[in-house]
């Protein structure tokens, strides 16, 4: 018997660092990676020597200094002596709420339009086909600009509405106005404000009405806390139904939860409805929407809700027909169907492209630029790059936004999708 | 019981009746109106509404639009011509200032006596493509899309014939050093021959190779500047060269993000993400505003060439998702059987994944390139005249000021036109490779 011995090692070859497969994938990595750094040193070199060149410095000090000019919608206080982060501030904002508004319509409008392009009414499947052919491939700039065309010279200027004989007239009893400046809508006010700003009063002889962020914020939590009560008792609802076979009736408890606490606090805080009415040569008061916010709220949503209707389609249409004979020879009812079995299984397939959707929608609120809303582009990357000069860190701070904003999203929705997705092995 | 039941029948038929047509709410149109538009109250409410919001659109726009004067020299001549025909009260639109203005939406400021030159690029590309596109088309003349690019190049910048053919020189080195050294020495190193070489070859031998020729013989036709390029031509230009270039880059770029290997991994994600996390707007400004920044001192290019440049990097990270999506669809046992036949990578890449992933998708991929051509509108921001821009240039001179409507539909048309039928080939290209049975 031979003593048993390991069989020789094989001295390590040079040649092995590209031919063999285990040393291989760290000789490619080493070598990228010295490329990628090779190419950000190169980049970071460049941009230094050209700073230094234009006598220009790295410096984020300019958000602390005085912005000095006026933006015409403002979610939270500013004026032109703030500073110029303050009026970044104030331009996210403005970004966040065209999205936000765009987002709600748009998925209305893209689940009803794909709902109906998939229904059976020959004529109502056609337009829809018409409506989403037409916004998928025309670009959104030339629809931002077509709507903004159309509400800024198609309606009635302010003054149009004043005299005896008007040209134009208010809508639904003198309470909503359309012109082309933009659109004024009633608002709520509070008599009894918590933290009244700015106080004022409809019309002459009337109480003085205020809004408040106070206000808001006590009524949706009394309106949240409703909501969970309405949740319990249907938890409750169900627990019984598993138990006795039988459901309560709680509708009523539920309709009244929601109804009643928010409705004792609005009579308490004396909520009104304040319409806007004309003085001098335009309107007051009310709640007033930019034309150019207008405009672009409707074409950002009508050009996202096309993408959504197809998505929505795509989603249904994904669901097999087995599906739903199944739940048919179960003996389930087609609304029932519908919400337990077809959309649960469309939504795994519709969630991640209309989050996406709703991250262009957001990333195209950037085009706001057409019609001169003011949003983070337009003071951050706009106007303050113009005024101070400093391209490099107002670029940098604008893509810094919009990145966090999408990761975040889009973070939000790997979870999401990582939850729902089917196990493969 | 049968001789009872006889006695009560007072008449029985012994002939048969002759076939009679359905009724008449069973067939034809009725039947279909019936089945399709008034199956329920909801749904014949739903066609009413929309049979008269389709009739309020057209009989509010068709006139105006067939009512439209073609003869006219300015917008003030449009409404002496309106209020002699149709009276003041008519509105009507103003096509004339397409009949005057056609050739700055479409070539921008172009020399007029050389739109034969984009034209003819125009057809040269169609013909690159074809067989790219259309399996009927002779493989032969594949080597057409091979000189396209470079043919297109030419007939659209014009200047010197040695520049392209100079350039594309790297290429033919490139293909002889591969044939030659990975017959010799291995395909790696065949590989590693065909990116270095050229790239030599660009940078020491192409320069004084096209002083050379261009000295020996200066054959070209007139240069036309970037500047000049405008309207439709320059929403092609910049759209067709990104879609060309994004698709190779893309797909890189999806294998990269789906590679093992940590780094390459790690930079693709960071790329893509930040590709797309970013609008294309303030890509398109940093190209305009900071691309100086960051090449070294001296180096100045083209906006138009950098507009290009950018488009193509944003438009590659949304390709990469989308095969990224068709890589992942793949079933797992396709890259498991390539691997258990023994296929290197890139084979089973070549052979077996990439052929059925993106045949997945085809439908995104279009769809991307779709949105890049829409985006190249964006352009008229950092000053360039595409066609939005020539729109707003055409409303600014005194003979059309104050047209509006006329304009955009001429440029929506156009975009639904290109990518209408982008989206009509994506579908037949589905059908075509589509395998299973439905």
Known sequence: MSAMTDPPKPAFRLSQLIYDTRYRSITIQVVAFALIAYGIWALVSNTIGNLADL????????????????????????????THGRAALVGIANT??????????????????????????????????????????????????????VVSEALPQPNAFRGADPSASMLLGDSVALTGRGFYFPRIGFTNSLSGTEAVAPREGYTAVASGGMDWLVILGVLAVSLVGIKLIRNRASRIQESTGVRPTTWYTQLGLLIIPTGIVLTVLGATIVTPYLKGFNFTEGMFLRSALVSLWVALSLYTGAFIAETVRAGILSVSKGQSEAAAALGMQPGRTMSLVILPQAMRVIIPPLISQFLNLTKNSSLALAVGYMDVRATLGGITIAQTGRELEGMLLLGAFYLTLSLVISGAMNIYNNSTKLMER | MSDTHAQTVSYVRDTMLPETSPPSSQVGAVRWLRENLFSSVTNALLTLISIYVVYYVISHIGPWMVGGIWDAGSLAECREIRNATLGTDASVACWAVLGDRWHQLLFGFYPSDLYWRPILALIVFGGGIAPIMFDKVPRKTLILSALAPFVCFWLLWGGSIWLPISAALGFVVGYIAYGLISKSLGSLAGMIAAIVLPLIYWLMISGPLYGALHNAAPIGIEFVESRAFGGFMLSVVIGLSAIVLSLPLGILLALARQSDLFIIKTSAVVFIEVIRGVPLIVWLFTAQLLLNYFLPPGTNFDLTLRVIIMVTLFASAYIAEVVRGGLAALPKGQYEGADSLGLSYWQSMQLIVLPQALKISIPGIVNTFIGLFKDTTLVVFIGLADPIGFSNLIRASTDWNGIYWELFIFIGAMFFLFCFSMGRYSLYLENKLQRENR
């Open chain 1, 55 to 82: 006598g220009k410095d790295f410096d984020f000090g300019f958000l602390g200094q005085s912005a000095g000019y006026d933006i015409n919608q403002m979610l939270i206080p500013y004026d032109n002596q703030d």
């Open chain 1, 96 to 149: 966040l709420l065209v999205a936000v508004m765009g987002c709600v319509t748009a998925l209305v409008i893209g689940v009803l339009a794909g709902v109906a392009r998939l229904s059976k009414n020959w004529v109502v499947a056609k337009l829809m086909a018409v409506y989403v052919e037409g916004f998928r491939n025309i670009p959104l700039l030339l629809w931002i600009l077509l709507i903004h065309a």
